[in-house]
């Protein structure tokens, strides 16, 4: 991974261990990187891995076992897909829209694209 | 638990390197110190060493005067430009000198990074590379345990490999035995994510210390057509801007408010936040 020049790193590292968690790179019940693991990989203070990692303590997706490290909780992976529908309005297809305006492509032209992307895509 | 630095003041002749500077590090927390060449950087940590003596001002180390006081230097190791050995002396037999004078100098690490980094232990110090140099001194920092290690310009003369291994080794470090490290560098984009509290000093004096994400989150950047840009930017601090074509990018100093539909915003990077605030300082 490679952090982008303009968010907070500790945001996209609390994004890209959620995107781990989607996928299934960390599976519930399974130990994530410690902070000095993010911290040595990145090159970035621990305390900036430790803001990122806590974002997702905070929310219930991690939890820490005293001494051994943080582990995926029970129930994020679902819990991370009722969150992003949510924000998937705003996140996605607004932008979607705001471009297709900016093209000027109407409703039922963009509705055919995106029939055309769930074809196209796996 | 710190070193604390009050009203310090080097003249050189008529030449003042550092002006009523006032500071403290410590915390367990790793400092940058940042600075254009010639800002004072390496003066002051001189002075933290008792390596230069200052003319006003006084430095402590845990509550202590650094000032020909053994105890209060032992817990302070400086990685400087100059080595501290006999030029003579083979790196092995200065490892061995270096465990003589601390204590806490850790001898087989530093083996293993001379291993890690490809640096020969037989060969005399003066036989080596400006960038074998680097790494023998900064080797020595690494191994040496002080509570206080303060790096002057650390990946002067190293290749990118080098510099990108040393990072990583320093964190490593960090993460295992915390201790209070100061970075003076003025290759700012490198060491950016590393720190977690800035010094910016500039003509001897101190004009920012807190950390870093307070920095970089008082200021905000927005390009977009240089009408629409210069009617969002009245009234407004404005650090820096440039046009390409119609195209207008500022740098701004404050929090962001609602853009106008049209612009862009962007966050800035703590070298992007430097650059503005030198080149703010220059137009003074």
Redesign the interface.
């Known amino acids: 991974m490679t952090f982008q020049?303009?968010?907070?790193?500790f945001l996209q590292l609390a994004e890209q261990l959620e995107d781990g968690i989607l996928s299934g790179a960390y599976p519930e019940g399974s130990q994530v990187p410690s902070?000095?693991e993010y911290?040595?990989?990145?090159?970035?203070?621990?305390?900036?891995a430790l803001k990122g990692i806590n974002l997702l303590v905070d929310t219930g997706l991690l939890y820490k076992k005293r001494g051994l490290g943080m582990f995926v909780a029970e129930g994020a992976k679902e819990k991370l897909k009722a969150g992003r529908r949510e924000k998937f309005l705003a996140d996605y297809i607004e932008k979607l829209v705001r471009e297709a305006k900016n093209l000027g492509l109407g409703a039922s032209e963009l509705s055919e694209m995106i029939k055309r992307g769930f074809e196209d895509v796996d | 638990m710190s070193i604390e630095i009050k009203n310090i003041t080097k003249c050189f002749g008529d030449v003042c390197a550092l002006d009523d500077v006032t500071l403290s590090f410590g915390g367990e927390k790793i400092y940058g110190l940042l600075g254009n060449n010639g800002a004072g950087k390496s003066t002051l940590l001189g002075i933290l060493t008792d390596l230069l003596h200052p003319t006003g001002g006084t430095v402590t180390v845990d509550g202590e005067a650094v000032s020909n006081n053994d105890t209060a230097l032992g817990k302070v190791f400086l990685v400087a430009e100059q080595n501290l050995f006999p030029e003579d002396m083979s790196v092995k037999k200065a490892f061995g000198a270096a465990q003589i004078f601390s204590a806490a100098f850790d001898r087989a690490y530093a083996e293993k990074l001379a291993a890690k980094f490809g640096l020969n232990t037989k060969k005399k110090i003066k036989s080596l590379s400006t960038g074998y140099a680097s790494i023998f001194r900064l080797i020595i920092g690494l191994s040496v345990n002080t509570p206080y290690l303060l790096l002057d310009e650390p990946v002067l003369g190293l290749d990118a490999q080098h510099r990108d291994m040393f990072y990583r080794l320093l964190l490593e470090k960090y993460a295992e035995k915390p201790c209070t490290i100061v970075i003076s560098t003025h290759l700012i984009a490198e060491a950016a994510e590393l720190i977690e509290h800035a010094v910016i000093i500039r003509d001897g004096r101190i004009i920012r210390d807190c950390p870093s994400s307070e920095l970089t989150a008082s200021a905000y950047s927005v390009s977009g057509p240089a009408g629409l840009v210069d009617s969002y930017l009245e009234g407004k601090h404005i650090l820096t801007s440039n046009t390409l074509g119609g195209l207008k990018t500022a740098c701004v100093q404050g929090q962001s408010d609602a853009l106008p539909a049209g612009l862009e915003f962007s966050g800035v990077k703590l070298q992007d936040y430097f650059i503005s605030l030198m080149e703010e300082e220059d137009r003074k």
């Not at chain 1, 020049?5 to 790193?9: C, D, F, G, S, Y």
């Not at chain 1, 911290?39 to 305390?47: F, M, Q």
């Open positions: 020049e303009e968010r907070p790193i902070i000095t911290s040595v990989t990145y090159k970035i203070n621990p305390a900036t």
